[in-house]
């Protein structure tokens, strides 16, 4: 029988390289970024008044900080060959159930419709289970916002409680803790928002909720219910608005092959707020752009 280990060496220093190439042009593309933002830096500078220069300057540190971001993930999620946040996780089919009259001035809330939905657990440094992680859950409404136009959310493990929502918590377990989306959403014209999400008609047993086996048994064996509940930013109490019902696993390909972005995958007026946002929106991009 031949021996296959020389073979085995080849394909794992060829997939080394690959990562190391792509670790190098992302790290190359973040520095002409940061290099451009200081240049449009300096050249606002150039007979600018006060109040210009400052909000140039501004500007331009934003800009920095983007390029700077998405440099770092774009090379880290390279060297791993994979998402470099959230880099295993398991996928689920269902749909989310929106309750009648909320109230918030936006469609998506306001409307009692059904729509099908993809929700993937995952955990978010990637340790072994059942060690402590940040668990992530990202959620899309499809055809939210009309045909083709989807709603994602992504949130992690947290607190209901008002400080405790702006926290990212490990938990041992998918189903033993409230999920948050941390960073605020202005809905319409009602103000800003937190995301959150409860697991429902979970056993009571530690093991059941533990790892993401347990999750997927949950739903063979007759669905997992997720209550989608929405809070006033910062400290405003929670209130339901849907109702997620994963009823099947997405098979492992597709799992893979999701990408989940709160800035393009959003509309009829739910929109993600603050610079924190588009910097995770940056730093997804450039960790999707460098995985092999």
């Not at 209550?227 to 019902?245: C, D, N, Q, V, Y």
Request: charged share 15%; glycine share 12%.
């Amino acid at each position: 029988m031949p021996n296959s280990r020389p073979e085995g060496l080849k394909h794992a220093a060829a997939a080394a390289a690959g990562r190391a190439g792509a670790a190098t042009t992302a790290a190359a593309v973040g520095a002409a970024s940061i290099a451009s933002a200081a240049s449009t830096l300096a050249g606002s500078a150039a007979g600018a008044t006060a109040s210009t220069l400052v909000g140039g300057a501004r500007e331009a540190a934003y800009r920095m900080g983007d390029a700077a971001t998405a440099a770092t993930f774009g090379v880290l999620s390279a060297l791993r060959g994979k998402r470099f946040f959230h880099p295993s996780g398991v996928a689920f089919a269902g749909r989310v159930d929106v309750e009648p009259g909320l109230g918030y001035g936006v469609p998506l809330l306001d409307e009692q419709r059904s729509f099908k939905a993809i929700a993937r657990f995952s955990r978010g440094a990637g340790t072994p289970e059942p060690l402590p992680d940040v668990l992530g859950l990202a959620v899309r409404v499809l055809d939210a916002h009309g045909k083709g136009l989807h709603q994602d959310l992504l949130m992690v493990t947290s607190d209901r409680r008002p400080l405790g929502r702006h926290l990212l918590l490990p938990a041992r377990g998918f189903l033993s803790r409230s999920y948050s989306s941390v960073l605020p959403y202005s809905i319409g014209a009602m103000g800003r928002f937190c995301f959150g999400a409860d697991p429902l008609d979970v056993p009571a047993t530690p093991r059941i909720r533990r790892t993401i086996d347990n999750v997927t048994t949950a739903v063979e064996q007759g669905g997992l219910l997720l209550r989608l509940t929405l809070a006033a930013f910062p400290a405003g109490p929670w209130h339901p608005w849907a109702t997620l019902t994963l009823t099947h696993q997405v098979p492992t390909g597709v799992s893979d092959e999701l990408r989940f972005n709160v800035m393009d995958n959003t509309g009829g007026g739910i929109q993600p707020e603050g610079w924190l946002q588009q910097l995770r929106r940056n730093a997804y991009q450039a960790s999707q752009a460098a995985r092999l």
